[in-house]
């Protein structure tokens, strides 16, 4: 059965940096196209950022790009995602997912495997 559990989330003050980690177990993570999305109260889920799993390039959404650095580590089945200079709409559960063979798509459709979620807080 394939898992994916995150971690990493708590509360942190704007301005600061928090990795989230995500655990990829039941199978290899070398050929799942990795991402993350959030979720906020009252809003619908939303792209934050993805990672090939065949050429390594990374996507992001616009207010994710030039503070948010997605990773993948296949030794340790493990998908991360650094996020920098955070700000209080930053604010929301926090998801990975996996995409078996797939294009790293922004559209959270397309992904086959999640989280549960972990909850990031940031506070001015």
């Known amino acids: 059965q394939v898992q994916l559990v995150e971690s990493g989330g708590r509360v942190v003050q704007a301005g600061e940096s928090l990795r989230l980690s995500c655990v990829l177990s039941?199978?290899?993570?070398?050929?799942?196209?990795m991402a993350w999305f959030r979720q906020a109260p009252g809003k619908e889920r939303e792209f934050v950022a993805a990672?090939?799993?065949?050429?390594?390039?990374?996507y992001y959404s616009d207010f994710a790009k030039g503070r948010f650095v997605v990773s993948r580590d296949s030794a340790e089945n493990t998908a991360y995602l650094q996020m920098n200079s955070l700000k209080p709409e930053d604010t929301a559960v926090y998801y990975c997912?996996?995409?078996?063979?797939?294009?790293?798509?922004?559209?959270?459709?397309?992904?086959?495997?999640w989280g549960q979620g972990t909850q990031v807080t940031v506070s001015s």
């Open positions: 997912a996996g995409d078996p063979g797939g294009p790293a798509s922004q559209y959270s459709l397309d992904y086959d495997y």
């Open positions: 990672r090939t799993w065949n050429d390594g390039r990374a």
């Open positions: 039941g199978r290899p993570i070398s050929d799942i196209a």
